[in-house]
């Protein structure tokens, strides 16, 4: 028997916001949610009018409010999608954990590490779920590596170097999109480190499995009037002894989403693009290069799994976002049923937030020292 479709609330994302439009569209690509609520702007009468335009059921002028009455709804929401600027994540997770409706919260994490500290607190006693959209690891040449590097195919990893470019903040910082990415009381203490560095330094150690001892950061903000950094370029030493390095940047011109992630071990080396996504190089070390394709010959099982169409029709951005979206309905599933959580499912978790935020502290600190090693 089918399950019912999930009853989501949105927080943020109306008008012409971006990651709104991106969550909705991974929602019900799968068919497992129905958005039925939202408090879509902190302004009422846009939030009304993103509502309308969108044929929303019932629409809020606050999350606290939609909180509570979805709360006492016999057929309220049972998750909310958080997609504001990051400042306002904690305390909108915070309200909806508490009365036991589940959170899937854009990254970071939240803006400060206080803030963060309070919603893990929230998050480990509540009975609800935390899911938190990285979405890069919903790629299936991503699940590729991460299988592949479990199952030793590089042998013992000593490099694990990531990258995370773009330009469209070279020149003034204008534009809704970018205003609140400069602005420290809305975006946290990092810049770009907080906004793609993240999800480089999450990509990394999702794929290889390592946990990161010690990083030696050196932020700029090479915009003018900016006290945030555009531009990080860290070092990272693992645990275990690998090494690697971080660079993210939101000026360097001709880069568009350069994502990229490198991983070679004493038996050989992996190499994935996000801007080429379907694709994944393995070269073993003596070998010839081999390109390895989602849903081709000498795909693994989490290739498969995230993938929809057979190989050659690309798949991409929507579709891996959409992916973590799914895993988020399994697991609510499960705890509708009163079942456990299924081990298998790999969506980023309330843990993997405040690693990213640790990150981030860590890189601001560095900085501030100098590029001093520092630990998370």
């Known amino acids: 028997m089918a399950e019912a479709p999930i009853r989501l609330g949105m927080v943020g994302g109306g008008g012409d916001a971006f990651i709104g439009g991106v969550h909705r569209i991974a929602a019900r690509l799968d068919g497992h949610y129905d958005l039925v609520a939202g408090a879509l702007s902190a302004t009422p009468e846009k939030a009304r009018a993103s509502a309308e335009a969108l044929g929303l059921p019932r629409s809020y002028d606050s999350y606290a ?117 400069v602005d420290p009381a809305r975006s946290g203490a990092g810049g770009s480190i907080g906004d793609i560095g993240t999800h480089a330094y999450n990509l990394a150690c999702f794929v290889s499995g390592l946990r990161l001892d010690r990083l030696a950061a050196d932020l700029d903000a090479f915009g003018a009037g900016r006290t945030l950094d555009d531009n990080a370029h860290v070092m990272l030493r693992w645990q275990g002894g690998a090494k690697g390095m971080l660079w993210c940047s939101q000026v360097a011109p001709g880069n568009e989403n350069a994502l990229r992630l490198r991983v070679y071990g004493d038996r050989g080396g992996l190499d994935w693009a996000q801007e080429e996504p379907n694709k994944l190089w393995f070269t073993p070390f003596g070998e010839p290069k081999r390109l390895l394709t989602r849903n081709g010959a000498g795909a693994t099982t989490g290739n498969t799994a995230m993938s929809r169409v057979p190989g050659g029709h690309p798949e991409g951005y929507l579709e891996a976002f959409s992916n973590l979206y799914t895993e988020a309905a399994h697991a609510i599933h499960a705890h509708r049923r009163g079942e456990t959580v299924p081990g298998d499912l790999l969506f980023p978790t309330l843990q993997d937030g405040m690693e990213g935020m640790r990150f981030i502290e860590a890189c601001v600190r560095s900085s501030s020292r100098d590029s001093a090693w520092v630990s998370p």
């Open 65 to 181: 409010g939609m909180a509570r009455a979805e709360a006492d709804r016999d057929d309220g929401i049972e998750a909310v999608a958080i997609v504001t600027p990051n400042h306002v994540h904690a305390d909108a997770a915070i309200a909806f954990l508490e009365r036991g409706i589940h959170v899937i919260c854009d990254k970071p994490l939240t803006s400060t590490m206080v803030d963060a500290e309070r919603l893990a607190q929230v998050g480990q006693t509540c009975d609800a779920l935390f899911m938190l959209t990285h979405n890069y690891t919903g790629y299936p040449m991503i699940r590729q590596a991460r299988e592949m590097i479990a199952a030793g195919d590089l042998g013992n990893l000593r490099l694990v170097n990531v990258e995370y470019v773009q330009d469209w903040m070279t020149g003034p910082a204008e534009g809704k999109q970018a205003e609140w990415r």
